[in-house]
């Protein structure tokens, strides 16, 4: 971590905040000053505007689907650590919260995969809000206990490709994968440039695996497409049934041969996904990433997505990650949560604006949402108004825009939070409920700990997005909310927001 951080305030005069606001159309809007270095970057992103403020009298239900990609935070700090711009366009802050663990229990039986926890506390940069957190923790299965793998690594070669963060670093990771298998599973390699090329096919031998990835070099054009309906091919031929079959694609995203388009990539996926072929997306390389596409396809595809910055992110996620990104253990997992008017008056949900669902989504089995692996964690985090504190928004004029509070007797529970999974094996769903109890909230202290840290990542996710709802708590606020820290990843966090902290722009103190 020294190292990379060192040279991360080497580089620290040339780092860039883009200075960024919401546009009257709800898209962002770059100051000028940073227009000139967005058009010459052909990284592309799928940008959402921040959550807006609900009124609980008029919207009292929230639902979403969960989400356990962290690409997001990887790609953010390697903008930091590279002395880039930020695009906020290019933070999801749940991805951000949701990269690091949390101390929520394990589920008492697998009957229900995963515990749900929830705590209350006060807002460190809103004094009349509060912060309701909502943790999901599935339970756990040993590499030894998980079920035969049937993967096929997905390579883009092309001449894109050739930088030392992406093909060498490609080869790196997927050996590391490599070394994390089992004699029972069985590995394939598909690679595509200017043409589509299978190098190994159902191997169960880890050395004849990794000497084909050693031996990959990257040129032509890339021949996207036809890879991937390769891959699920391969994928058919070697399934194996009541186990992990999974397409993971390596690549930096730049599809321009074949299916070009981003729809017709996600037509592919989803009419291949019910085969019971799910796909992760691991992407690589900065100037020409395509982040946009990468996660869209890895959701359809019942996978996940992450971002390899380095070497030490890719045993994370492939080697120590290796159970929970392969083996799912709850699919289509929505949350619902349904406010007490009679204590909150106004919410917003932090993160999850692309994953938003439709009140009545959450009963219908047919819609499609996010996965659980085992050992994930998901933690969403909402901002509160209690009844009777001076929300975001003004009272109304006029008596018939004002609706009336509920009756003071309703007032043992300010939230329910419901949850609706399917077993892997099940086409029905089943459900969750999980009152909020008052005294969570009149109770309500400032963040400690653990709920402290997760705070402090949802402030700088918001921070970098532009979030004026933040007011004046700044980059050294959050350091010092994360707290000190002894886990590695939570360490350069703190590190992270000073570095943002230490920039000569003053609009970031």
Not at 98 to 127: K, M
Not at 174 to 180: F, K, W
Not at 272 to 297: K, P
Not at 385 to 408: D, M, Q
């Amino acid at each position: 971590m020294r190292s990379r951080l060192a040279l991360s305030l080497a580089l620290l005069p040339n780092l860039v905040i883009a200075g960024c606001g919401q546009a009257p159309d709800g898209s962002f809007a770059y100051e000028a000053a940073n227009g000139a270095a967005a058009a010459e970057n052909g990284e592309r992103y799928d940008g959402h505007p921040v959550s807006p403020i609900h009124q609980v009298a008029t919207e009292p239900v929230s639902t979403f689907a969960v989400d356990v990609d962290t690409g997001a935070y990887a790609n953010v700090r390697r903008m930091l650590l590279g002395g880039q711009t930020i695009r906020p366009d290019a933070v999801r802050t749940e991805e951000m919260i949701n990269y690091f663990r949390y101390d929520y229990p394990l589920p008492d039986d697998r009957s229900a995969p995963f515990s749900v926890t929830t705590d209350v506390a006060t807002t460190p940069w809103n004094s009349g809000t509060r912060l309701l957190r909502i943790g999901l923790r599935g339970y756990d299965v040993p590499r030894s206990q998980r079920p035969a793998a049937n993967l096929v690594f997905m390579v883009d070669v092309s001449g894109s490709m050739q930088d030392a963060d992406k093909l060498p670093l490609v080869k790196q990771a997927l050996s590391t994968l490599a070394d994390g298998l089992r004699p029972d599973d069985s590995v394939s390699i598909v690679t595509y440039a200017g043409y589509v090329e299978t190098l190994v096919e159902g191997s169960h031998d880890a050395a004849r695996v990794k000497a084909a990835l050693h031996g990959l070099d990257a040129g032509g054009s890339t021949a996207g497409a036809p890879a991937l309906e390769r891959a699920y091919d391969i994928a058919r031929a070697h399934y194996i049934r009541d186990g992990i079959n999974r397409i993971i694609m390596a690549t930096d995203g730049d599809f321009n041969v074949g299916v070009s388009d981003q729809t017709g990539l996600e037509e592919m996926v989803k009419q291949n996904r019910e085969d019971g072929i799910t796909l992760t997306t691991l992407g690589f390389g900065q100037g020409n990433y395509n982040d946009s596409m990468m996660e869209a396809v890895a959701d359809l595809g019942n996978g996940n997505h992450a971002y390899i910055d380095s070497a030490m992110e890719a045993r994370k996620v492939l080697d120590e990650e290796l159970s929970s990104t392969l083996f799912t253990i709850a699919k289509d997992v929505k949350v619902q949560v349904e406010f007490n008017p009679a204590l909150v008056s106004q919410y917003r949900l932090i993160g999850y604006e692309n994953r938003g669902l439709a009140e009545e989504d959450f009963a219908d089995d047919r819609v499609d949402a996010g996965e659980i692996g085992a050992g994930h964690q998901v933690t969403a985090l909402y901002e509160i108004v209690p009844t009777g504190e001076t929300g975001w928004t003004a009272p109304r004029k006029y008596a018939a825009n004002r609706h009336p509070i509920a009756p003071a007797g309703d007032g043992s529970e300010i939230a329910t939070v419901r949850l609706r999974y399917k077993l892997p094996e099940d086409a029905g769903s089943r459900l969750i409920e999980k009152p909020v109890p008052v005294g969570l909230l009149t109770e309500a202290t400032t963040p400690q700990r653990d709920m402290a840290f997760a705070v402090a990542v949802a402030a700088f996710g918001q921070k970098l997005r532009g979030d004026t709802r933040l007011g004046s708590f700044s980059y050294a606020d959050i350091a010092r909310l994360a707290g000190v820290q002894q886990d590695y990843w939570r360490q350069e966090f703190v590190q992270l927001a000073r570095l943002a902290d230490k920039d000569g722009d003053p609009r970031l103190r």
